[in-house]
T-cell receptor
């Protein structure tokens, strides 16, 4: 039973446009959410996070939105750049553990010049 | 070093061999985690250390998997009698304080294990 779901395996956008990556979760006890970016042959790199007490967190070109009632979060990248091309993982923490991260399967983002 | 390092980066083992994977966390980081990432999947939690104490090993797939962190810094994940299903990328992560709310885990590059 997958508790964190990223239903789009891949996404392709044009440089300069907005990229929207989506993530759904099933465990209502999750209270902290993170996005990681991963390049080939490298480990995941922390990008941005949000606590369940907020509905939005912004850091430069990256904004994460959380809709607790829908158990849905999204990552917006504006404007998208070719260097943003990578696999993006959504992760959640809580639900009985204050340290264990539960990851989605990832979405491959390709930003075309 | 500036980040989490892991060695070896790649390991090919014959079925039945024992392997040892090393993780050097960021200096001073209290918490250390191991994750397993199968092809096309996200990382899955294996085990958690707070300093030298292994507080959670609930994610270890079988008793062939063993992890240690004897001095509270470097950690080793050992897999005995490797099987083909053990083929995956093994990721190590560390965080600066006791694991808890809003503590970011920083990942190493991983060790890609292939069992033939």
């Amino acid at each position: 039973d997958q508790q964190v779901k990223q239903n789009s395996p891949s996404l392709s956008v044009q440089e300069g446009r907005i990229s929207i990556l989506n993530c759904d979760y099933t465990n209502s006890m999750f209270d902290y959410f993170l996005w990681y970016k991963k390049y080939p042959a490298e480990g995941p790199t922390f990008l941005i996070s949000i606590s369940s007490i907020k509905d939005k967190n912004e850091d430069g070109r990256f904004t994460v939105f959380l809709n607790k009632s829908a158990k849905h979060l999204s990552l917006h990248i504006v404007p998208s750049q070719p260097g943003d091309s990578a696999v993006y993982f959504c992760a959640a923490r809580g639900g009985g553990s204050n340290y264990k991260l539960t990851f989605g399967k990832g979405t491959l983002l390709t930003v075309n010049p | 070093g500036a980040g989490v390092s892991q060695s070896p980066r790649y390991k090919v083992a014959k079925r039945g061999q024992d392997v040892a994977l090393r993780c050097d966390p960021i200096s001073g980081h209290v918490s250390l985690f191991w994750y397993q990432q199968a092809l096309g999947q996200g990382p899955e939690f294996l085990t958690y250390f707070q300093n030298e104490a292994q507080l959670d090993k609930s994610g270890l797939p079988s008793d062939r998997f063993f992890a240690e962190r004897p001095e509270g810094s470097v950690s080793t994940l050992k897999i005995q009698r490797t099987q083909q299903e053990d083929s995956a990328v093994y990721l190590c992560a560390s965080s600066s304080r006791l694991a808890g709310a809003q503590e970011t885990q920083y990942f190493g590059p991983g060790t890609r294990l292939l069992v033939l």
